[in-house]
Nanobody
Framework: QVQLIESGGGLVQAGGSLRLFCAAS????????VAWFRQAPGKEREFLTG????????YYTDSVKGRFTISRGNAENTVYLQMNSLNFDDTAVYYC???????????????????WGQGTQVTVSS
């Protein structure tokens, strides 16, 4: 079992930046691919980006490509999400999620991750 805790959310003006953190404890973190999702009020949870358990592969949806950067430090048991050029549509609760994968470069993009954090609120003011 791995436990995930997100932090770094807050209120930011449009055009600003935030850095989110996903800290893991429990099992060996390097066994898990990690993804960031978000859920805005009245909307379904949305996959944004993921990083393979090796850290050697990343994937971004079009909505965040070029603005968000995911990275991981397995020694620190942490995954980071650097978010730049934020706009009002980025307002949501952001969740990190983890799951094991057979292939070291795999990044599942469906919501069937086994482990989830509690979420951190990101609010972008216009």
């Amino acid at each position: 079992q791995v436990q995930l805790i997100e932090s770094g959310g807050g209120l930011v003006q449009a055009g600003g930046s935030l850095r989110l953190f996903c800290a893991a404890s429990g099992r060996t973190f390097s066994n898990y691919a990690v993804a960031w999702f978000r859920q805005a009020p009245g909307k379904e949870r949305e996959f944004l980006t993921g990083i393979s358990r090796s850290g050697g592969n990343t994937y971004y949806t079009d909505s965040v490509k070029g603005r968000f950067t995911i990275s991981r430090g397995n020694a620190e048991n942490t995954v980071y999400l650097q978010m730049n050029s934020l706009n009002f549509d980025d307002t949501a609760v952001y969740y990190c999620a983890a799951r094991t994968t057979m292939m070291p470069y795999a990044i599942p993009i469906t919501p069937d991750y086994k482990h989830w954090g509690q979420g951190t609120q990101v609010t972008v003011s216009s």
